[in-house]
């Protein structure tokens, strides 16, 4: 079985992750130091079909007392660490119907591989980058906000460490997204209720993987607020512990307040993933092959600047190192293989 394809999967998760530092998609959190805090969790409108395995998080558990976090959505738990100074304020996002929004992501990725002895020396992916509409359609009376997004443009862009053919052979892949569209519904506070991509009928079948892929993940990587009012300083952390494609991962993010003026936040964050020795179901293994993860660890550091009255951030910077080690075994014939990736993702929002 080729890689390459499977390889090609793990860019768009990854993108999400860097997303996920960004804060384009608040998910709701709530911090209470009562033992009985009340949790909000969304019920989601998400498909479920099997991802591409993706990079994923640790065993890490928040360094504080368990009556001090509360769990929700899909087992997060979010801890505030620090209120920040004075004068705090809760992060709430202010949208209003009809609002629009042009957004730009432009990401950089490399990777290298080994397969037993033989390596793959580090390739540069062309840069790739995507041109989004969003729009507010509604505010429900339960002040729930009702979007869409659409993507006009998807473009690989030149780069001279990179072969022509593989930037002809991306374009040829990427091309057929154009168009993709979705919708979501999130509560004032940033929880997802529901989440769907519209694709169109002649996608690639790599990219509508990947996609689908997307459909549970839109829940679990997002931007969390603490329930209480926050100043600048303010630190807050997230646990997730994820099940996807029967494998067990873990995730951490740390997150600061770093400048607040207005509606305009300023944060930074950092993340750190890892998942412990398991067996993994991956799709498209041919019968009686397994794959066994041995190792991942994964660790970025981000900032953005969002502008709470707008529907996407207004820029962002972030970087992402992983390495995976995985071991397939083919009717009793062991083969290691690792893999190192940098992903850089940078958005605009204008």
């Not at 540069?124 to 729009?135: A, E, F, G, R, V």
């Not at 022509?164 to 004032?188: C, E, F, R, W, Y």
């Not at 459909?215 to 630190?235: C, D, H, T, Y």
């Amino acid at each position: 079985m080729s890689l390459r394809p499977r390889l090609r999967a793990l860019c768009v998760p990854l993108a999400a992750v860097a997303l996920h530092l960004f804060g384009c998609q608040p998910v709701d959190s709530k911090t209470d130091a009562k033992p009985a805090a009340k949790t909000e969790a969304a019920p989601t409108k998400t498909e479920t079909p099997p991802p591409a395995p993706a990079v994923a998080a640790p065993d890490v558990k928040p360094a504080v007392a368990p009556d001090a976090a509360a769990t929700v959505g899909q087992g997060s738990v979010v801890t505030l660490i620090e209120a920040g100074a004075e004068p705090r304020e809760p992060l709430r996002l202010k949208l209003t119907a009809g609002q629009e929004q042009a957004m730009i992501m432009t990401m950089r990725m490399g990777m290298a591989m080994q397969i037993g002895p033989n390596a793959m020396p580090k390739t540069d992916i062309p840069p790739m980058q995507m041109t989004m509409n969003l729009k507010v359609t509604e505010i429900t009376g339960e002040g729930d906000i009702r979007s869409e997004f659409s993507l006009e443009k998807i473009e690989v862009l030149p780069d001279p460490k990179v072969p022509a053919a593989m930037v002809d052979q991306l374009k040829t892949v990427l091309g057929t997204m154009n168009k993709m569209s979705g919708t979501s519904l999130i509560t004032p506070r940033g929880i997802v209720k529901s989440a769907d991509f519209n694709m169109p009928a002649d996608v690639n079948p790599q990219i509508k993987q990947t996609i689908d892929s997307m459909r549970q993940q839109i829940n679990q990587m997002s931007v969390p607020f603490p329930e209480e009012a926050l100043g600048v300083g303010a630190k807050w952390t997230v646990t997730q512990q994820l099940d996807q494609q029967g494998m067990k991962l873990d995730q951490v993010a740390t997150w600061e307040l770093k400048g607040r003026d207005g509606t305009v936040v300023q944060l930074a964050s950092t993340i750190v993933q890892t998942a412990a020795p398991q067996n993994i179901a991956a799709p498209g293994m041919p019968a009686g092959a397994k794959v066994s993860l041995d190792r991942l660890d994964s660790s970025g550091a981000g900032t953005t600047q969002v502008d709470l009255a707008r529907v996407a951030p207004i820029k962002g910077d972030m970087n992402l190192k992983s390495s995976i080690a995985m071991t397939t075994d083919a009717n009793g014939v062991k083969m290691p293989m690792t893999m190192d990736m940098d992903l850089n993702l940078q958005i605009s929002g204008n």
